[in-house]
């Protein structure tokens, strides 16, 4: 049987559609239409949408706002979000970075989904036609999310705040063997009042380094002040093995790389 | 199943096909067109051997749906060459003997000329990022390098 | 952090063609009536460039520009047998098959050029721009345009070649090993140097300089290509490629560019290539076959480097960051 | 690229009109226009696709298989088993003498390695094709594998492929290729130092950018065009003429312009099931490896493991070289043996040793055949070889470089194998290197020749 692809004006009527068994959300194309590819019959239809709400970046008052069809690309160039640029630019070559969207990144397996360990540490929420919820419980229960994101939301980091980092064997295009988001803000005497950390790769989805969080706290960004956290920043982990790299070796290099990263 | 009517501009001509629900852009073009200029190394999304540029951005081929092309202005290396003259970026290949085996030419290319269209003097960081969702097994990289950098400076030249 | 820095060197040979010979490649010559010249093969361009090298050692033997020459292959119907790309034996072999074919040509059509101009065929020469001189009179010449023409619809000849290239096959000696596995051998010598991040196992390959010796560059930019295509392919075989990532055990086999792992566009070592050319004694012009061992001598040269820089010797390839690292650590609770 | 023309410069004819000539290719053109017609470029009306169904396990017997739901599926047009192939076990180096026959087309009863084909559907589409697939019943009996070949070559271990009855090719030398050549114990015994170390390699993918495939064409008068992208024409058209059980006169290979191979295209593997299926339906037949297929299915470099053990003198002349090379060959034959082989002809290296002992061993697993790659026999080897040469070096306390200076073979010098030294050049290469790289070594060895000595 031929795939179907079924257009639909409105994400209401989109989820509708997207009820049928072995129907799909269409996004920028690059995990479902590969997948159809490589021979994966339970993809049987595909469902799209055209709603505007999918679509544009508003910036106001320090809050961003990226509708779920928005891709990479649009997020590397937009004037406003040059702070977090790198991380969009992290994610494929430019191709692929023209048609990934916010949306499907939330989606993709690791070592994929490098945009979404940034938006977990910007502690983003994501938006479907139900409302919003916070990241982390959109990714922990993403698996049998069936509702269509139409975008994801948060409170644009302080300019230099924001650090990312990706690592891959392949420049200046590789998939990841880790990656990390870090937003520490830093109170006047340089210490460490709040710090979201997100790691990509350390497990089968983005998660928090939650140990490492805490052991900044107060800490001034240098080599003494990171030791704690470095050596709590496996805490909590199950990172994949896969042709990239093993477990063992994402374990080892994590501390050596958020130290880099906190140190920058 | 019925077949789905697509139409679009085709490096500079009017196309109107056919196609099955979920023919990829890449089938679309190679089967129904007949322009087999792009190529599929992977249909994964990893080689860039079916890059094309689609309203003047770099997609592939192969993860692109040819139903979600219609109206779109389609351009592949089989259409660059203008009244049989090279395009700065082809002669530029040929001269930096840039291809061996040809196959990942095209979407090299593809890719060189979205680079070159936004940024006419890229630096060779530039010209490494460009070319970063294309594979070459065969050269090394290296001499396609050149052949983009030789063709900018050929493109700049021409506009003093 | 600490970055290590190391260098190591590499020296190697190659055979060319099959191990113990017995690979036949036939051509075959013909010129068309305007004196322009086919040469039918069954051989297969890889991407190495065998088409363009067999129409410019076709070109060389019969004496016109490369431009006069048309290759066509491969099809089965009309081509004569080959053995196949393969064991960087296509250059040599068929090479060697493509002047036998075009000396015949070029026999004949001197024979015509003699008869038209009236001289004895062995007294002529060709200069290479497509005319027959007289040797020592170059004012008596003949266009080649002009001796296909007469060939064809004055004197009847057909102006053709037949080649064929057999290296006769050796068996081994069953107890001693004694054996002739190859008529010539390319070398090369490689030195590498490489930056080690000792806290990631991380390797930068920062410069080779590749010493290759072909016997001769029968096409000096299709040489260059070849090489330094082959150097990236060993520096990549060296640290990055395999399809079993923890061999022997069978999982996490990469199965696309992503996970089957080759150096990208920002990975290039800086690379210096030099050749050197001793002629071989059976090579079409001299040549060897360069295709396969120029890929070679980065493997070794890289893993000592790699061990100049970080005292630690990896003996399985790929020499990964995880394999460093390992070592490092047993390294260092020694 | 720089060419040195003063080395050998009496040995050669150089002012060539062609020869030497960095003259344009001519195939480029069609490269960078997009023109160049590579197998798959050709589209036929009416062309069905051919997808496999793969085995899932290492190493079982197959209980039955059952087509019937697959057969009904939308699309289908033929389905083929192991019974549908003339001439079903085959070995592709049968055609240089080099046996026995060891594998299927499809699979027989048995499968031996995790990939292996056992049914082939041909539909109208890829994806009916891939959806009839999936609808294939096939009931296996796992059996225990073996993927170290260590353990391959014990007692006891599973036995990968009854067509050799051992899990190792059987030479007419024994169970190695060997090469015998002076006393290697003798000079182990008269040696200042022993080295013996183990060196080992995973599987490598050629990986080219266009994957192995075909399209096959009846052309109505018992004739088969099939466009591929084989390395070598004439030796798929007899492979598959002996498979197929057809005279080689009714098939007709068009190819040539390949979109890389480096040894990854010299198996018979996709050609002779596509012209059965279109000798079967009298349609057009596309059979293309995907990139997945490509990575994992065909045959890649095999695993090697090379143990070296070597006697060296203080002096620095190495006398004494015993090397053992095992090849992985996978669960099937392919071009393993001959590669195994071509190893034990390359040792000791561009070395001149007076005592030399060398066995190499074709070893089955139950992995993806391996197969010819770039530097087949040979590439695996000069990483153990130059990454004992550097260790020998530091051993005795001496310069990596000189070490091999003072090993070098030149013209003249008697190798292992027997057959004097002719054409060398490691010498040259490496006093260029020495210059290139800025790595001095001794004069005296600035000042030696590869030319045959006193001539």
């Known amino acids: ?264 | 199943m019925a077949k789905v009517p697509i139409q679009f501009t085709l490096n500079g001509s009017e196309k109107a096909e056919f196609v099955e629900g979920g023919t990829t852009l890449l089938h679309a073009l190679r089967d129904k067109t007949g322009d087999t200029s792009p190529k599929g190394g992977c249909h994964q999304g990893t080689c860039g051997a079916c890059s094309v540029i689609i309203d003047g951005e770099l997609r592939l081929s192969c993860l692109t749906l040819a139903e979600t092309c219609s109206g779109t202005d389609i351009q592949t290396t089989s259409g660059l060459a203008e009244a049989g003259v090279l395009h700065p970026l082809q002669r530029a290949f040929l001269d930096a003997f840039a291809t061996q085996c040809g196959f990942c030419t095209p979407g090299m290319i593809m890719a060189a000329k979205v680079l070159l269209d936004h940024t006419p003097n890229p630096s060779r960081e530039d010209v490494v990022e460009a070319l970063s969702g294309n594979i070459c097994r065969c050269t090394g990289y290296e001499p396609i390098i050149q052949a983009v950098l030789t063709a900018a400076r050929a493109n700049s030249q021409n506009a003093a | 952090m600490a970055i290590r820095r190391g260098r190591g060197v590499a020296a190697i040979n190659y055979p060319t063609g099959m191990n113990l010979g017995g690979d036949p490649t036939q051509a075959l010559v013909h010129s068309t009536p305007t004196g322009n010249f086919m040469v039918t093969l069954s051989s297969v361009d890889l991407g190495q460039g065998l088409k363009q090298i067999m129409a410019q050692i076709c070109a060389e033997t019969i004496g016109v520009p490369t431009d006069r020459v048309i290759i066509d292959t491969a099809d089965t119907d009309t081509g004569p047998h080959c053995m196949g790309t393969f064991a960087s034996r296509g250059t040599h072999r068929a090479g060697n098959a493509v002047i036998q074919a075009a000396k015949e040509a070029r026999q004949v059509m001197l024979e015509v050029a003699a008869e038209e101009l009236e001289v004895n065929a062995s007294d002529l020469e060709t200069d290479g721009e497509g005319n027959i001189l007289v040797k020592g009179a170059p004012q008596k010449s003949i266009s080649i345009f002009d001796v296909a023409l007469s060939a064809h619809f004055k004197r009847g000849r057909s102006i053709s070649g037949r080649g064929m290239f057999l290296i006769p096959r050796s068996y081994p000696e069953k107890e001693t090993g004694a054996m002739k596995p190859s008529t010539c051998y390319a070398h090369a010598c490689t030195v590498a140097e490489v930056e080690v991040d000792n806290e990631t196992g991380e390797v930068t390959v920062l410069m080779v300089k590749n010493i290759f010796e072909i016997g001769r560059a029968l096409n000096p930019k299709m040489v260059e290509q070849q090489l330094v295509g082959g150097s990236w392919m060993g520096i990549s075989h060296a640290l990055y490629e395999t399809t079993e990532p923890y061999y022997p055990n069978r999982d996490h086999g990469g199965t696309d560019f992503n996970q089957y792992l080759m150096p990208g566009p920002g990975d290039l070592a800086q690379t210096e290539i030099i050749v050197l050319e001793r002629p071989s004694a059976d090579g079409p012009y001299g040549a060897k076959g360069p295709g396969e061992m120029c890929a070679n001598p980065q493997i070794p040269a890289v893993a000592n480097a790699v061990f100049d820089a970080i005292g630690v010797r990896i003996d399985t390839l790929p020499i990964t960051p995880e394999r460093i690292l390992r070592a490092l650590k047993a390294q260092a609770a020694n | 690229m720089e060419l040195r023309k003063n080395y050998f410069a009496d040995q050669r004819k150089d002012g060539l009109h062609e020869i030497g000539q960095p003259r344009p290719r001519l195939d480029s053109p069609g490269h960078v226009t997009g023109k160049t017609a590579y197998f798959a470029d050709r589209n036929f009306p009416g062309m069905l696709h051919l997808k496999m169904v793969r085995s899932p396990h290492h190493h079982a017997r197959i209980r039955s298989i059952d087509t019937s739901e697959a057969e009904k599926h939308p699309g289908v047009v033929k389905i083929l088993t192991a019974k549908d192939v003339p001439h079903n076990v085959y070995t592709i180096l049968i055609l240089i003498q080099i046996g026995p026959e060891d594998e299927t087309v499809l699979a027989d009863g048995k499968v031996r390695w995790k990939g292996e084909a056992v049914v082939a559907v041909l539909a109208e589409t890829e994806r009916a094709a891939q959806e009839a697939a999936a609808k294939v019943k096939v009931d296996y009996e796992v059996l225990p594998a073996v993927f170290d070949m260590e353990e391959a070559l014990k007692p006891g271990a599973p036995l990968v492929n009854e067509y050799h009855g051992q899990n190792y090719y059987l030479y007419d030398s024994g169970e190695c290729r060997k090469v015998r050549f002076g006393d290697v114990e003798a000079g182990f015994a008269e040696a200042d130092h022993i080295l013996e170390q183990s060196y080992q390699s995973s599987p490598i993918e050629h990986a080219p950018t266009e994957t192995t495939g075909c399209v096959v064409m009846p052309e109505g008068n018992d004739r088969f065009t099939c466009y591929t992208n084989t390395q070598a024409m004439f030796f798929t058209l007899d492979n598959a003429s002996i498979i197929l059980q057809m005279p080689g006169s009714k098939l007709h290979f068009v190819g040539g312009t390949v979109g890389g191979g480096f040894g990854g295209k010299v198996d018979v593997i996709v050609e002779p099931i596509a012209i059965l299926g279109a000798k079967l339906t009298g349609r057009p037949v596309s059979f293309i490896y995907s990139r997945e297929e490509e990575m994992q299915i065909s045959s890649p470099r095999a695993a090697e493991k090379v143990v070296i053990k070597d006697g060296v003198m203080k002096d620095g002349r190495i006398v004494a070289r015993k090397v053992t090379g095992y090849t992985d060959a996978g669960a099937y034959s392919r071009h393993s043996p001959y590669g195994a082989q071509k190893g034990a002809a390359h040792y000791p290296g561009p070395y001149t040793i007076p005592n030399v002992w060398i066995d190499t061993y074709c070893v089955y697993t139950n992995r993806t055949p391996s197969s010819a790659m770039r530097g087949f026999g040979v590439t695996i080897g000069d990483f153990a070889l130059e990454v004992q040469m550097d260790k020998l070096a530091r051993l005795i306390g001496m310069d990596p470089l000189e070490f091999r200076f003072i090993n070098a073979y030149r013209d003249g010098d008697m190798k292992a194998h027997r057959q004097p030294t002719e054409g060398a050049a490691l010498i040259e290469c490496m006093q260029e290197a020495s210059r290139a790289a800025n790595w001095p070594v001794a004069e005296k060895y600035m000042a030696m020749s590869s030319y045959k000595k006193g001539a």
């Open chain 1, 1 to 264: 049987m031929a795939l179907a692809l079924q257009t639909f004006a409105t994400v209401s009527d989109a989820n509708a559609a997207l009820k049928a068994a072995g129907t799909r959300y269409l996004g920028g194309g690059t995990l479902v239409v590969r997948a159809a590819n490589e021979g994966d019959i339970s993809v049987t239809g595909l469902v799209r949408s055209t709603d505007p709400t999918l679509s544009g970046i508003t910036v106001s008052g320090g809050k961003v706002r990226i509708g779920a069809s928005v891709t990479m690309a649009a997020i590397a160039r937009h004037p406003e979000l040059g702070a977090i640029a790198k991380a969009a630019r992290a994610v494929g070559g430019p191709a692929i970075r023209n048609m990934a969207t916010v949306g499907g990144n939330l989606f993709a397996p690791a070592p994929y989904g490098d945009f979404a360990v940034a938006l977990l540490a910007l502690d983003a929420s994501v938006g479907t036609n139900d409302g919003e919820m916070p990241i982390e419980t959109f990714l922990a229960g993403r698996d049998g999310n069936p509702a269509i994101v139409t975008s994801v939301s948060f409170t644009l980091p302080k300019a230099d705040s924001f650090r990312f980092l990706k690592v891959s064997r392949v420049k200046p295009k590789g998939v990841s063997v880790l990656s990390i988001a870090a937003v520490p803000e830093q109170a006047g005497d340089g210490t460490v009042s709040s710090a979201r950390i997100a790691l990509g790769c350390m497990a089968d989805r983005p998660m928090r380094a939650c140990a490492a969080e805490k052991a900044l706290i107060g800490q001034k960004l240098d080599p003494d002040g990171i030791a704690a956290a470095l050596a709590t920043a496996g805490e909590g982990t199950s990172p994949i093995t896969d042709p990239i790299a093993s477990a063992w070796y994402r374990t080892e290099v994590l501390p050596v790389h958020l130290g880099r990263l906190l140190l920058t």
